[in-house]
């Protein structure tokens, strides 16, 4: 667990020192909801409330993308990565000190986006927030678990940048669907879904296991 | 020459044998059937010219390659069945492992968190002061010239106080008295009964400091003496013709 936090600890301050990261993710993110704004025809606030959470949560997935491939990307440099692989005992430590950087900096960031996106729309996701927030970081621990095993498995290869979305955004599906389903239910009634916070704890643990176990593997050359 | 008959305390020995090393990448073979031995208390100088496999031997024994064939034992230890034997390798690559964006300081309290160390706060501060990095400690690794990085992160190599300290090409971009300082902590390590390995390109310092030494040669062990070796200009002279053989 100490070498979790470590690895935590090293990631957001060379975060706040470099902000690269958040910076492209929040910059990136704004433009999504920009382009939504000017692509998406003038309807009403009903039709774009339903169309909101979906809308929203491709904001969310793209955004990861981009500060997931990040997130290995920079130990490359100075080949940090075999100081992390050198670390002795369970290499998943230093997977879930890594996960738990993703899912704080792209956390911030969707806050950020969400805001927003109810400016831009003309929502009201502010009588909704807490709940929004839970199924948000429902979903987002999802995608910090799996994405941060293909992150650090695509990062040495010839065409990461491009293997990680492909290898990524299928096995996103289940937590899309756990995710959008959910925001859309709280949007209408304003109450968590039971159904779809179930599947996203199931596949949140499924995923957070496995990419735990098979983190030893992936920090060898 | 090093007293064999030197203590060898028992927490700070731990052998290394290497049996029938081989690596490939796609067709290309980097090692072929390489055997080494690295007894407690004793220095191997792994030579040979560039592209002969050095640091891909080294890579392996640090445990961050898996070899294509051949096993590796730490004392009694299969490093696949004990993960616990990283904790007891230090490894200098020709890259630093430092993070830019945190100080000198920081990079080296970070690697002791990764050891578990206590007090890595302590630790950082006994490798500064003995590296001579003090004045420099609250820096920022980006800062850093390459032998100030160099000394760095051999600092962060011995965070942990490992019992196997592997060396690629540790010499480069230290001056006279870095070079100085690390060939004598090179031999305290030795006396202390560590197990190093050092590849390089400098015979002098081979020639020096080797109990052992091991010339690659087209992923081929071609050459092995054991101590007293041969002068740097001897060791000059069988590197050229093995390479030129190889």
């Known amino acids: 667990m100490r070498v979790a936090l470590a690895v935590l600890w090293k990631d957001l301050l060379t975060e706040w020192r470099s902000r690269d990261r958040l910076v492209a993710m929040a910059v990136f993110a704004l433009l999504v909801v920009v382009i939504f704004h000017f692509a998406l025809p003038e309807g009403t606030g009903r039709q774009i409330a339903s169309n909101a959470p979906g809308l929203i949560w491709v904001a969310y997935v793209f955004t990861a993308l981009i500060g997931l491939n990040r997130s290995f990307s920079q130990e490359l440099e100075n080949d940090a990565l075999s100081g992390l692989a050198l670390a002795p005992g369970e290499r998943g430590w230093v997977f879930l000190g890594k996960a738990a950087a993703n899912f704080t900096m792209i956390g911030t960031v969707q806050a950020m986006t969400a805001a927003a996106f109810g400016l831009v729309f003309d929502l009201d996701l502010g009588s909704v927030a807490l709940e929004l927030a839970a199924i948000t970081a429902l979903g987002t621990a999802g995608i910090c678990s799996v994405g941060t095993l293909i992150a650090a498995m695509a990062v040495r290869t010839r065409f990461g940048e491009v293997l990680m979305p492909i290898l990524l955004l299928p096995t996103l599906v289940p937590v899309i669907v756990g995710a959008v389903d959910g925001t859309e239910h709280l949007l209408e009634t304003a109450r968590i879904p039971f159904d779809a916070v179930q599947l996203l704890i199931v596949v949140d643990a499924t995923y957070l296991i496995t990419s735990f176990l098979c983190f030893e593997y992936v920090l060898d050359e | ?246």
């Not at chain 2, 962060?156 to 060939?183: M, S």
């Open chain 2, 1 to 246: 020459m090093r007293d064999p008959a030197l203590s060898r305390p028992p927490d700070t020995a731990l052998s290394v044998r290497a049996r029938g090393i081989e690596k490939r990448f796609g067709s290309f073979s980097a090692l072929r059937g390489v055997d080494v031995d690295i007894p407690s208390a004793h220095l191997l100088v792994v030579l040979g010219p560039n592209g002969a496999g050095k640091s891909t031997l080294v890579r392996i024994v640090a445990g961050l390659l898996r070899p294509t064939a051949g096993t590796i034992e730490f004392g009694e230890a299969h490093p696949e069945k004990c993960r616990n034997v990283r904790g007891q390798i230090g490894f200098v690559g020709h890259a630093t492992m430092l993070y830019p964006e945190l100080t000198a300081r920081e990079n080296l309290v970070f690697a002791g968190r990764l050891h578990a160390l206590d007090n890595p706060a302590e630790r950082a501060r006994e490798l500064l002061a003995e590296e001579g990095l003090e004045a420099w400690s609250d820096r920022r690794a980006q800062t850093f010239s390459r032998g100030l990085a160099q000394r760095l992160a051999i600092a962060r190599a011995r965070v942990h106080d490992p019992r196997v300290l592997l060396h690629d090409e540790p010499f480069t971009g230290l001056d006279g008295a870095a070079a100085e300082r690390l060939a004598e902590r090179l031999e305290r390590l030795r006396e202390d009964g560590r197990s190093l390995v050092l590849v390089t390109h400098d015979f002098r310092q081979a020639s020096r400091l080797g109990d052992q030494a091991l010339l690659l040669a087209n992923g081929r062990v071609a050459y092995r003496a054991e101590a007293p070796l041969p002068s740097a200009s001897e060791l000059d002279e069988i590197s050229r013709h093995e390479a030129a053989r190889a």
